[in-house]
């Protein structure tokens, strides 16, 4: 069975810079593109960051582009978000997904979802 799941989610101030981690469980993480999505209070969940499989390319939001840092460890078998400068509208729970492709995750598909860590951004 295939797990995926999420650390290092919290409170912080606007300005602060945090870095959740994703570590799946039962599933080979070079196969993949690893992606985070979000969700906002009382929005969809939208797309945040992909990784390709082998980590050369990263795609981003506008809203996280230059803030947010998207990298993988395949050794560690481990996905993180670096997230820097934090503001007030980061505030959501924020998912970690293995897709076929960052095409895919881009469109919002994934075939793995981990269950979710709140970051909540206080100004």
């Known amino acids: 069975q295939v797990q995926l799941v999420e650390s290092g989610g919290g409170l912080v101030q606007a300005g602060d810079s945090l870095r959740l981690a994703c570590a799946p469980a039962?599933?080979?993480?070079?196969?993949?593109?690893m992606a985070w999505f979000r969700q906002a209070p009382g929005k969809d969940r939208s797309f945040v960051a992909t990784?390709?499989?082998?980590?050369?390319?990263?795609f981003y939001a506008d809203s996280v582009r230059g803030r947010f840092i998207i990298s993988r460890d395949n050794a560690k078998n481990t996905a993180y978000l670096e997230m820097n400068k934090v503001k007030p509208e980061d505030t959501a729970v924020y998912y970690c997904?293995?897709?076929?492709?960052?095409?895919?995750?881009?469109?919002?598909?994934?075939?793995?979802w981990g269950q979710g860590t709140q970051v909540t951004v206080s100004s």
């Open positions: 990784i390709t499989a082998g980590g050369g390319q990263t």
């Open positions: 997904a293995a897709s076929g492709s960052t095409l895919a995750a881009r469109n919002g598909k994934a075939d793995y």
């Open positions: 039962g599933l080979t993480m070079p196969n993949y593109a």
